[in-house]
């Protein structure tokens, strides 16, 4: 286990017999942060994705409380105490505020209890102290981390039985509480990772299954050290390509119906191209550029009201907004198909040792997330240049992207010539702890609980 882990598992046993020195035996419900190897925005429309757990992490050391009530520090100041009683409809502090991951676990795992296990009805609380070693905003889930965590630390307190497979569900719709509609990578990658390996995960329903990482093969992790505020307006644009993707499945099934009459029954662009084998020219047939709503209802021969009840509205019961710009529904359909496809080469190439063709899978990922998804910036798509040009095979942002962290794939023997040149031309005037930035991905093991030394 790293020594950086290992600190932060002492500095949150501290933090907790601190704060409650009256409380009983301490443990340790521990969560990792995930990179995503290729996959990106697909999870949300049901095709795959190819992340692993990274050795970074969010720890909570815990004492189960004897009652409803929850409250929880964080090693962190930044991160002031939060206290909530645990119930099936658990009121969401402001947005952004942190104590509402440990909320959406506590209620999805209530109503889960309710369902499946009542006698343990009424949850037991925890007094707990939290930290973690993965940067917020880098792309490296360290929310879903602190949702995992927080579900481990009620799972434990409550004997709850519930399977890996099924948590991961349960957590991603647990997720949507804080207001963002994502898919279920994250949660899936943190629970059910086996170290060495990269998963391939599939939805509905979700399958996980281990490819063991090549001998040869590594992965590098670089920040661009733009933070993508998950709260604002990274939130925002992330809800945006979500209702494009509707869209665009309402579009497609009116090209595609007469020739594939099952394509009638999708929901997300995943069903559509089930479907519809000719999928390619689907997306060709689609109109270029911008789209108001109304076009779109035209286009389907729906009325603009039924479509902006059926497609914008997001998970709290609000509406997007229409982006002034309008939607972008034939790219952002073509980024998702593609990356599908991408997500089942890259992991037949993993798995047969092709290095090479995985490195341009990843580069062929990078150009469609940032031409046709949009969802790159500046700063990643220089520091995805750097990491290229310094001997990765292969390099992309991951994550939702808006800022965040790239990965690159590289050869054992090329690791360090590529966290040299990284380190020089991209982090040049950077003063702070390099390896808190730019590191080598060790491919780890899913969520679970320890007993606190
Ligand atoms: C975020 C979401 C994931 C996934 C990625 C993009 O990390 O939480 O579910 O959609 O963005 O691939």
Redo the contacts with the bound molecule.
């Keep these: 286990m790293s020594s950086v882990l290992d600190q932060l598992y002492a500095s949150a046993l501290d933090g907790c017999r601190c704060a409650f020195p009256d409380g009983g035996d301490v443990r340790i419900a521990r969560a990792p942060g995930r990179v995503?190897v290729i996959?990106?925005?697909?999870?949300?429309n049901g095709l795959p994705?190819l992340p692993t757990a990274i050795d970074r992490e969010i720890a909570i050391a815990f004492t189960v409380s004897e009652s409803v009530e929850v409250t929880l520090t964080n090693i962190d100041s930044r991160f002031t105490k939060k206290s909530f009683v645990l119930s099936d409809t658990i009121e969401p502090f402001d947005r952004g505020d942190w104590g509402n991951y440990a909320k959406a676990a506590g209620q999805a795992l209530w109503r889960w209890a309710a369902e499946n296990s009542p006698k343990s009805l009424p949850l037991k609380g925890f007094r707990g102290c939290a930290g973690g070693t993965i940067p917020p905003g880098s792309?490296l889930?360290s929310s879903?981390a602190m949702v995992v965590a927080s579900a481990f630390a009620f799972i434990a307190a409550n004997d709850l039985g519930i399977g890996r497979e099924e948590l991961a569900g349960l957590l991603a719709r647990a997720e949507r509480y804080v207001g963002?509609e994502?898919?279920?990578?994250?949660q899936a990658a943190s629970i059910l990772s086996k170290p060495g390996c990269v998963l391939r995960i599939d939805f509905r329903p979700l399958k996980a299954q281990p490819v063991p990482l090549p001998d040869d093969c590594m992965f590098v992790i670089a920040n661009s050290m733009v933070e993508a505020n998950k709260a604002g307006q990274a939130r925002l644009a992330?809800n945006t390509r979500v209702v494009e993707c509707r869209l665009g499945v309402r579009m497609l099934k009116t090209i595609a119906r007469d020739d594939y009459p099952e394509v009638d029954s999708a929901v997300l662009l995943g069903d559509v191209m089930r479907t519809v084998p000719t999928w390619r020219a689907a997306i060709d047939d689609l109109p270029d550029g911008a789209l108001d709503l109304a076009d779109v209802a035209e286009f389907c021969g729906e009325k603009e009201s039924e479509m902006r009840e059926n497609c914008l509205k997001l998970r709290d019961g609000s509406l997007l907004d229409e982006p002034a710009g309008g939607f972008q529904v034939k790219k952002r359909c073509r980024h998702v198909l593609t990356e599908a496809e991408r997500v089942s080469l890259a992991a037949s190439a993993m798995s047969e040792g092709r290095l090479a063709d995985l490195g341009c899978y990843m580069n062929d990922s990078h150009e469609s997330c940032a031409s046709d998804y949009e969802v790159s910036c500046e700063e990643l798509d220089r520091l995805v240049g750097v990491l290229r040009r310094n001997g990765a095979l292969g390099a992309r942002l991951t994550?939702?992207?808006f800022g965040g962290c790239a990965v690159a794939s590289v050869t054992r023997q090329g690791a360090e010539e590529l966290l040299k040149g990284a380190q020089r031309d991209y982090y040049g005037s950077f003063n702070g702890d390099i390896e808190s930035v730019l590191f080598e991905c060790v491919a780890s093991g899913g969520a679970g609980v320890i007993i606190g030394r």
């Design positions: 995503n996959g990106e925005h697909t999870d949300y994705v792309g889930s879903s963002t994502g898919g279920g990578m994250d992330y994550g939702a992207g």
